[in-house]
């Protein structure tokens, strides 16, 4: 076992920022005098392979330089490995490119020096990760979510995203665009939905999100009440709904007061297990992951991150 932090870059983070910004990155993490060892991801889901390894190397510590896909990344590499138990792991994030939302939730700042300052010194705190398993390619598919996940709408925007970068394109109105761009020919599916053994919603729905964190898409609050430490999923379920409507509340997405809507329904759980006709693409921060069925279990306090002591969750 070695303390020296892994740190795993995304070099195409922030449309290339990551692989720009790594000198000054750099820099910072050695003036903070962390001992280190840095690996660069190659490809996507590289960083799920890299941090698996560094498991079995001996890391127990891990920085992940990118946005919150890279920080998915790196959690599903530490969690996917059964050698070391989570809770004897730390993650932690040096934010490059448009997404911050897990970041923003723990208090980790956008600029660099700001990030790294946080990191040395050493904020640590157990939280709670979700296991999801989907249908991915016909087969049963596991990944972990730190944040937030989504199925119908919600998942559509991030194949929008996910598309849209792949042609090379970012900036922080990407998800807006998405947003706008996954309205069209998307309809209302059936969804039988069960919260801890029971039946909590069975009908039409626009969209879901279930998250851990807070915030998602740039800064949406999709699951205002939400706690990362209270050991339970928050599930908010926005029926059938006109898509004007939800034009006209895109406001209540960024104020936390997407609950006033009528159409909007709410509950927390251990275990969620959804259902759909036809099938729903299914997202975990950010990064699509399968279709429905899906099952998603709480797994409390299962490993160590760094935020700032001065925010409060």
Request: proline letters at 4%; glycine letters at 10%; aromatic letters at 8%.
């Amino acid at each position: 076992m070695t303390k020296i932090w892994k740190v795993i870059v995304n070099p195409k983070a922030g449309r290339g920022h990551g692989r720009r910004d790594w000198p000054e990155i750099m820099k910072l993490i050695e003036k903070a005098g962390l001992d280190y060892s840095v690996s660069f991801s190659e490809r996507k889901y590289h960083a799920i392979e890299l941090a698996k390894t560094a498991v079995s190397e001996g890391y127990r510590k891990f920085i992940a330089v990118g946005g919150d896909g890279t920080l998915h990344e790196v959690l599903n590499g530490i969690c996917s490995q059964s050698e070391v138990p989570g809770k004897e792991l730390t993650l932690a994030v040096i934010p490059v490119g448009t997404g911050n939302d897990w970041g923003k939730m723990n208090g980790i700042p956008d600029d660099y020096e700001g990030a790294v300052e946080i990191i040395k010194e050493g904020n640590c705190q157990l939280q709670d990760i979700a296991e999801v398993q989907s249908v991915k390619a016909g087969k049963n598919h596991l990944r972990y979510m730190l944040n937030i996940g989504g199925l119908a709408f919600d998942a559509n925007v991030c194949h929008h995203y996910d598309r849209y970068k792949m042609d090379g394109l970012g900036g922080k109105k990407l998800y807006i665009r998405s947003l706008f761009k996954a309205f069209f020919g998307y309809t209302s599916r059936r969804f039988h939905i069960e919260t801890d053994g029971k039946l909590f919603y069975d009908g039409k729905v626009f969209s879901t999100a279930l998250g851990i964190g807070k915030y998602s898409g740039g800064g949406m609050i999709q699951t205002p009440e939400a706690s990362p430490t209270d050991g339970l999923i928050d599930i908010t379920v926005y029926r059938k709904i006109p898509k004007i409507v939800i034009v006209f509340n895109l406001a209540r997405l960024y104020r936390g007061t997407i609950f006033n809507m009528s159409k909007v329904i709410h509950t927390k759980a251990k275990e969620i297990s959804i259902t759909s006709s036809p099938e729903s693409r299914v997202e975990v921060d950010g990064e699509a992951v399968g279709v429905t069925p899906v099952n998603i279990k709480i797994l409390p306090l299962a490993i160590n991150i760094v935020r700032n002591k001065e925010n409060n969750i």
